[in-house]
């Protein structure tokens, strides 16, 4: 699950905290992740890394954020919001270790994205 550090800082949450997240919908449990890149008022989890059933190596890894939401009508359109689902995080107190692969979203002075 991915949240804006301010809103972790906030929850005293770090990377690999383990929390619930949970809706109308149902209850997931993801470790966090802090990313600059989202919203202060949003968290954020990408579809398709959860398995429930697929083939020994793949059974039980993630979870299905899809489970959680809500669809939200528009009664003029008939148009669905799925993206307005509203969650409560609830920390576990749990905490799992966590790769990384990403490095840093800045150079640190090395000049490499300098003018061509």
Known sequence: MELNPATAGELD??????VEVSSQAG???APVLRYQGVRPDVIA??????H????????GRG????SLLV???????????????RVALRKT?????????????????????GPA
């Open 63 to 66: 979870v299905n954020p899809a």
């Open 71 to 85: 669809a939200q009508g528009d009664s003029a359109t008939g148009a669905l919001a799925w993206a307005a689902t």
């Open 13 to 18: 949450l770090r990377d690999g905290d383990l």
């Open 45 to 50: 989890m990408p579809l398709g890394q959860g």
């Open 52 to 59: 429930q059933a697929n083939g020994r190596y793949a059974q």
């Open 27 to 29: 209850t997931v449990t």
């Open 93 to 113: 107190g749990e905490r799992v270790r966590m790769t990384k692969t990403g490095g840093v979203s800045r150079t640190l002075g090395r000049q490499i994205l």
